[in-house]
């Protein structure tokens, strides 16, 4: 049941104020200092590949230079918010080293996300600049939408952009700031229970630790070649595969988006050894022609959550390619990486569990009281860890709700077993789970109450055997109206919300929404009535 690395030196450390956590003793003090590291340690290897782009790790941190110091000669300062948006590329990787070089933070956003949704987070972290795609230049919000956004800097001048992402690579290089650990270095945006996204602060402290945490219990090193399928502005991108390989000087592999037989093609031709996919994608390829036309005898190293991994996929993986380990993840975007992780000689005899405490988590089961509970019992999860961030954004109330005592209360509702394995067993929060995207439910019912013909709206997930979970609205319609056609009401979704977001199957009820005795929706019934069709 050991982890497949050496678990470094800890030591337990004060940090945030007064939050007593166990941390690893030796370790780099910036995300700029591991790519100190790796240029050091392994500079002609290969540090990104994308398509037919290749830069070893002496080449990007040469360009990092370069990039930061153009974005010092704009005027973007230490402190300074920078979003980036763009799909997976070269140019995300470059941007977010130069913007955590000059120790301004880094703003990764959603690119599925729509305008109103952008411009509400941009707003909210006050960014000074965005680097961004141009065919996503419409969703950008007009500089009367966003004063702060003095600097719009495009990948290339497809929309005639003044400021464009060469100008920056060709400036004089620039040294690294002088950071503290406990500095922001990235926010990301997560939505809560009330609708609006929560800018989550990821610190150089939380992302070291992130990357240390799959350096030591996936055993990684410089030999490792993650190809990434998730976005990388996502926080699973972000830290199992950039921070990851950034940590042991590995390869990062930009794949296009998804498909299988594509997946597949590139896996082999790179030679890769890791990924971290949703259980789906493992299904998918399994199913695909291509899965027997490459050589994948590399690959070692499957990480996979946002859904159970169904039996028969783990069975004929480790059938037909039996050096491949597979190893459920369970964290979030407020945990930066993994809290727990499931060593992979548990994966199938554990399957329904998503593992155990990584070496520097403390996972507690705790009720409605906030006291703990014993084995075996469901409560609320409980989570400290030095990959916990310290709140969010502009946000004290949602800080104040959410963390206690050093703990981040994560709405979820599990158990853990007398082995300290822990089973998720329900959301509290409503969350719906499309395909490892999370979708909250009051973001959707925000949008479809204020449809004229809609008096009530609850959202909740209905079970899919390829992503888990399907949006699904029940709708209650004003009284004496019509109700309303369900592809125009998805089209009225569109443009409000991701498309991810939008509900797939409507329900419409006569009667108002069943609540209990304090007027809370019982999405319970909701839900089995889903079930039922």
């Keep these: 049941m050991s982890w497949l690395g050496h678990i470094p030196r800890m030591r337990e450390e004060r940090h945030y104020g007064g939050r007593l956590v166990t941390c690893f003793a030796e370790r780099p003090g910036s995300v700029p200092a591991m790519l100190a590291e790796a240029e050091l340690r392994n500079p002609q290897g290969e540090a990104v590949v994308d398509g037919e782009r290749r830069l070893d790790w002496a080449s990007l941190a040469g360009m990092v230079a370069r990039a930061a110091g153009g974005l010092k000669r704009l005027g973007v300062a230490t402190g300074d918010r920078v979003a980036l948006l763009m799909p997976n ?19 990764p956003l959603n690119i599925r996300e729509e305008r109103p949704e952008l411009a509400y987070s941009l707003a909210n972290c006050d960014a000074k600049a965005v680097i961004y795609a141009p065919e996503l230049a419409a969703k950008l919000p007009t500089r009367d939408e966003s004063p702060s956004l003095a600097l719009r800097i495009a990948l290339d001048r497809a929309d005639g952009a003044s400021l464009v992402f060469d100008g920056l690579t060709s400036a004089d290089p620039v040294p690294a700031a002088d950071i503290a650990e406990e500095q922001v270095a990235a926010i990301l945006y997560t939505s809560g229970t009330t609708g609006r996204p929560k800018g989550a602060m990821l610190t150089h402290f939380s992302l070291v630790h992130a990357a240390l945490i799959y350096e030591a219990c996936m055993g990684l ?142 996972v507690r089961i705790m009720d409605d009281d906030g006291r703990e509970l014993p084995a075996g019992e469901a409560g609320e999860i409980w989570l400290k860890a030095p990959n916990v961030v310290p709140g969010y954004w502009q946000n004290e109330a949602a800080m104040a709700e959410s963390f206690v005592a050093g703990y981040w ?29 999370k979708i909250y439910s009051v973001e959707v019912e925000n949008v479809l109450a204020a449809h004229p013909a809609i008096a009530e709206a609850a959202v909740v997930g209905r079970p899919c055997p390829v992503l888990g979970e399907r949006v699904h609205a029940v709708l209650v319609p004003k009284p004496g109206v019509a109700a309303p056609d369900g592809a125009d009401l998805a089209d009225y979704c569109r443009g409000k919300l991701a498309d991810y977001k939008v509900p797939e199957t409507f329900a419409f009820l006569a009667e108002p929404l069943p609540r209990n005795a304090n007027g809370k929706v019982l999405k319970r019934q909701l839900r089995a009535m889903a079930v039922k069709g």
Aim: glycine share 10%.
């Design 221 to 362: 090193g410089a030999e490792d070649r993650s190809v990434v399928t998730v976005p990388l502005s996502h926080v699973t991108g972000l830290t199992a595969a950039l921070a990851a390989m950034l940590r042991v000087a590995g390869t990062l592999i930009i794949a296009p988006p998804f498909k299988a037989e594509t997946f597949l093609t590139l896996a082999a031709r790179e030679r890769m050894t890791h990924t971290v996919m949703v259980p789906a994608m493992y299904s998918l390829c399994l199913m695909s022609p291509s899965f027997a036309a490459g050589d994948l005898s590399r690959w070692r190293i499957g990480g996979y959550g946002g859904a159970p991994m169904p039996e028969a996929t783990i069975r004929a993986l480790a059938e037909r390619l039996p050096g491949l380990k597979l190893m459920n993840a369970y964290g979030s975007t407020e945990t930066t990486g993994p809290v727990v992780l499931m060593p992979p000689a548990q994966s199938l005899a554990r399957r329904h569990a998503v593992g155990r405490a990584v070496p520097v988590a403390d």
């Design 409 to 437: 209360r994560s709405g979820d509702i599990g158990a853990k077993d007398q082995d300290g394995y822990l089973t998720l067993l329900d959301r509290k929060k409503d969350m719906i789970n499309r395909g490892g995207f």
């Design 89 to 107: 590329r070269l140019e995300f990787v470059i941007s977010l080293h130069a913007v955590l070089r000059l120790g301004a933070i880094a703003v």
